[in-house]
C-alpha cells in the first residue's frame, strides 16, 4: 500500500506538475507575482506539507494491515504513534 502512495507522490511529482515552469508568453493584464506567494513563509509551507501528506502514508499502511490481519489490539498504535505525530504537526 505504501509504495503505491509513494509511486502516485513521485509520479506527480515528475510528470504532472512542474511548479516552477514559466508560460511562454507574459499575459498583458499581469501584475506580477501574488503577494501572498511573495512571503519568506512560502519558503517552508509546501515542504511541509507535503512531509505532512508523505508521513500519514505510513498510519495509513499500519491501519489497513490491522484491518486485513483483525489485529485490532493497541500494539499496532505505539508501533505508529511516531509516525502520526510526526504528520500532525508538519
Known amino acids: 500500500m505504501t509504495c503505491l502512495v509513494a509511486t502516485f507522490f513521485i509520479s506527480v511529482m515528475l510528470f504532472a506538475a512542474n511548479?516552477?515552469?514559466?508560460?511562454?508568453?507574459?499575459?498583458?493584464?499581469?501584475?506580477?507575482?501574488n503577494p501572498q506567494l511573495q512571503n519568506p513563509g512560502?519558503?517552508?509551507h509546501p515542504p511541509m506539507l507535503y512531509l505532512g501528506y508523505i508521513s500519514i502514508t505510513i498510519p495509513f499502511a499500519f491501519a489497513i494491515a490491522?484491518?486485513?490481519?483483525?489485529?485490532?489490539?493497541?500494539?499496532?498504535?505505539?508501533?505508529?504513534?511516531?509516525?502520526?505525530?510526526v504528520s500532525w504537526l508538519s
Not at 507574459?26 to 507575482?33: F, Q
Not at 483483525?70 to 498504535?77: H, I, M, S, V
Open 66 to 85: 490491522a484491518l486485513l490481519t483483525r489485529k485490532l489490539d493497541a500494539e499496532w498504535l505505539v508501533a505508529v504513534r511516531k509516525w502520526t505525530l
Open 19 to 33: 511548479p516552477f515552469e514559466r508560460l511562454g508568453f507574459t499575459p498583458l493584464d499581469g501584475r506580477g507575482m
Open 42 to 44: 512560502m519558503v517552508f
